[in-house]
């Protein structure tokens, strides 16, 4: 049950800091509003690169960044510390993303992280149900 708990809030965490980045696509979460690992390592992408406009090698880059990270996130679902390994593998994905930037693209995108990190801040935890 406590592992159904964190991975519930944990999706809500990326569905609450990927609101912007939904509104701007006018999509939604798939079938039922649940992502796949794929579709979160997507929606993440996004929201770091807003704002920036990539080469194609570098949209290449990206994609098999977050082709690696999606695999990663798969592996951590459903695990006792899911939440601590899916931050991890969020800051991984973070830093290789940056890392095929260049260093104009790097300022917006750290403004990006910024805004990410405040917000998820200002968020209110939910009462937790027993």
């Known amino acids: 049950m406590r592992q159904i708990k964190i991975a519930a809030c944990s999706l809500m965490l990326l569905a609450a800091a990927s609101a912007p980045a939904l509104a701007q696509q006018g999509g939604g979460g798939g079938m039922g509003g649940r992502m796949n690992p794929a579709q979160m390592a997507q929606r993440t992408?996004?929201?770091?690169?807003?704002?920036?406009?990539?080469?194609?090698?570098?949209?290449?880059?990206?994609?098999?960044?977050?082709?690696?990270?999606?695999?990663?996130?798969?592996?951590?679902?459903?695990?006792?510390?899911?939440?601590?390994?899916?931050?991890?593998?969020?800051?991984?994905?973070?830093?290789?993303?940056?890392?095929?930037?260049?260093?104009?693209?790097?300022?917006?995108?750290?403004?990006?992280?910024?805004?990410?990190?405040?917000?998820?801040m200002n968020r209110q935890p939910r009462p937790q149900s027993n």
């Open 45 to 120: 992408s996004d929201r770091f690169m807003t704002g920036i406009t990539l080469t194609a090698a570098e949209t290449d880059s990206v994609k098999a960044i977050n082709e690696r990270y999606s695999t990663g996130l798969q592996a951590a679902m459903g695990g006792t510390d899911m939440r601590e390994k899916m931050t991890e593998l969020r800051k991984t994905q973070q830093t290789a993303l940056r890392g095929i930037l260049t260093a104009d693209q790097q300022k917006v995108f750290d403004k990006n992280v910024e805004e990410m990190e405040k917000a998820r």
